[in-house]
């Protein structure tokens, strides 16, 4: 029996889950999967198809990141809840044991942590636009009639990238349909776009920040080449990519999971019987109005969670880093 520690990071459109051995912390098995607006049949798809690919698992413990991480661990089990700078920063550490500064750059946001001696001092992350991430990049795909894996092979064969504004993602789109327009070749446009949004990052995500070696990029756009040789042209650094760059929030919490030790009972596999419910409500006790999460499961008691005070949730779980 493979005894592991379990990583989930649930985001608004990726869920990503690992599997590490409890003895070595080496990754068994890693899963990357659409959440498609439904994150507990993401949560429960990637149980069965780890379940699956590790038959007789034995489940030490878990842990789960990302925007749904709250509700994961309420499905799960999971006895640590992580934000994603702090899980990030441990699949980093864990891949390059010196590394200072990490770029990411997932589905809906992105982000830079700045490491010292092992330990995030700072970060910074995105703005509520969504230009320059994974979601804008499917966008503007789909526009052009090709796979978002195509783009940055496309990018690559340009010459002369073409001056595309990166700042907002309606101007970003705009800017594109208009050199279309005008006929410039499509690789010279989307290897602006690959620059713009690199552009964009380091003057509104990284803001200033020194950026120091040894750097490295994670999260789903790390896949395209285009972008990694922007930044690297753009800093003079020799960005590394992470060879696990797509489930790197899920490592970094299963990881994390492995050093806490076993701890609650990981009762994960078990939404693969049961049916389950969510339900919401407004809380009207104070003026937070708190829209309280109830998950409802048979044969358990409800169990509810997003009440700041802790009305109904009772204490926060241990772990919780928000």
């Known amino acids: 029996m493979t005894s592991t ?19 070595t912390g080496a990754m068994l098995e890693s899963l990357y999967i659409r959440t498609c607006g439904d994150p507990v049949g993401s949560i429960r798809d990637a149980l069965a198809r780890i379940r699956e690919a590790l038959p007789g698992i034995r489940v030490l413990g878990a842990g789960t990141t990302g925007s749904g991480r709250t509700l994961a661990a309420k499905l799960v089990g999971a006895g640590l809840i992580k934000n994603e700078i ?48 994974g979601s804008f990049l499917d966008q503007q795909a789909g526009r052009l009639g090709i796979s978002v894996e195509e783009m940055g092979r496309i990018a690559l064969t340009s010459d002369s990238p073409a001056a595309i504004s990166g700042r907002c993602t309606v101007f970003a789109e705009t800017d594109m349909i208009h050199k279309q327009q005008i006929g410039i070749p499509r690789p010279d446009i989307i290897a602006g776009l690959c620059a713009s949004l690199v552009r964009n990052y380091l003057g509104t995500v990284a803001r200033g920040k020194p950026l120091e070696a040894p750097v490295v990029f994670q999260g789903g756009v790390a896949a395209n080449p285009a972008i990694v040789q922007e930044f690297r042209r753009q800093t003079g650094l020799d960005v590394e990519v992470s060879p696990h760059y797509g489930v790197t929030g899920a490592l970094g919490v299963a990881l994390l999971a492995r050093r806490a030790g076993p701890g609650k009972s990981f009762t994960g596999f078990e939404i693969l019987e049961r049916e389950y419910r ?23 008691t409800p169990t509810h969670w997003n009440d700041r005070c802790g009305k109904y949730s009772g204490k926060t779980p241990a772990g919780d880093a928000r």
């Open 278 to 300: 969510i339900d919401t409500f407004v809380c009207g006790s104070c003026e937070e109005a708190c829209t309280v999460l109830t998950l409802h499961s048979e044969g358990k």
């Open 5 to 23: 520690y379990l990583g989930i990071d649930v985001g608004s459109v990726t869920t990503k889950a690992v599997a590490v051995d409890a003895d």
């Open 86 to 133: 702090t899980a990030h920063t441990a699949a980093a550490i864990a891949i390059q044991p010196e590394v200072r500064t990490i770029l990411e750059i997932g589905g809906q946001d992105a982000k830079i942590i700045i490491v010292q001696d092992g330990i995030a001092v700072d970060f910074a992350m995105n703005s509520v636009c969504a230009a320059g991430t």
